[in-house]
T-cell receptor
Framework: GNSVTQMEGPVTLSEEAFLTINCTYT??????LFWYVQYPGEGLQLLLK?????DKGSNKGFEATYRKETTSFHLEKGSVQVSDSAVYFC?????????????FGTGTLLAVQP | DADVTQTPRNRITKTGKRIMLECSQT?????MYWYRQDPGLGLRLIYY???????NKGEISDGYSVSRQAQAKFSLSLESAIPNQTALYFC??????????????FGPGTRLTVL
């Protein structure tokens, strides 16, 4: 079946540090991959996505590359800010026929300290 | 104004009570979803609906029911609430026919506590 595994948190960094949050997946076929972000007290928002192998999604300084050979979609940012503190969810969508169901990882809490 | 709204935002209830959580959207999307979020478990799909006449169970539908009153409204009911249904509940919507990479848009969540 389809599943997503992401690194457990919390991840605590100082401002301007480099961020990596690991995400690997298991899926049949060719899923689309997503990173969603949940800021405190809010719902999830799409951060970036990639729909095929070797695609790179990017937004707000965050990047992730769809690596089919390693079944990974790691999230990176070169210099984090306090405002990046949030929970980050990796997710996949295995688009097949009428289905459109996202499979989420367990989430990784990022805390950025000034 | 928010595109996806949920009411109430917070609710405390007692075991055995019937509870309804409501979701409304102004995005004009046909597809709507209910998820619950538990610490360490991420989000899990409860029910989803692809149009007004279509209702489907997700991975954890036991103890829940839904009603799609209109394209814009999708309600989740707990017929007899139990403590392990204490969680954060999210409604989401998505459009049809965008192929790969369909984005889901989430409401702000309802925090439900069952005592």
């Amino acid at each position: 079946g389809n599943s997503v595994t992401q690194m457990e948190g919390p991840v605590t960094l100082s401002e301007e540090a480099f961020l990596t949050i690991n995400c690997t997946y298991t899926a049949t076929g060719y899923p689309s991959l997503f990173w969603y972000v949940q800021y405190p007290g809010e719902g999830l928002q799409l951060l970036l996505k990639a729909t095929k192998a070797d695609d790179k999604g990017s937004n707000k300084g965050f990047e992730a590359t769809y690596r089919k050979e390693t079944t990974s979609f790691h999230l990176e940012k070169g210099s984090v800010q306090v405002s990046d503190s949030a929970v980050y969810f990796c997710a996949l969508l295995n688009y097949g026929g009428a289905t459109n169901k996202l499979i989420f990882g367990t989430g990784t809490l990022l805390a950025v300290q000034p | 104004d928010a595109d996806v709204t949920q009411t109430p935002r917070n609710r405390i209830t007692k075991t055995g009570k019937r509870i309804m959580l409501e979701c409304s959207q102004t995005k004009g999307h046909d597809r709507m979803y209910w998820y619950r979020q538990d610490p360490g478990l991420g989000l899990r799909l409860i029910y989803y609906s692809f149009d007004v006449k279509d209702i489907n169970k997700g991975e954890i539908s036991d103890g829940y029911s839904v009603s799609r009153q209109a394209q814009a409204k999708f309600s989740l009911s707990l017929e007899s609430a139990i403590p392990n249904q204490t969680a954060l509940y999210f409604c989401a919507t998505s459009d049809v026919g965008q192929g790969f990479g369909d984005e889901q848009f989430f409401g702000p969540g309802t925090r439900l506590t069952v005592l």
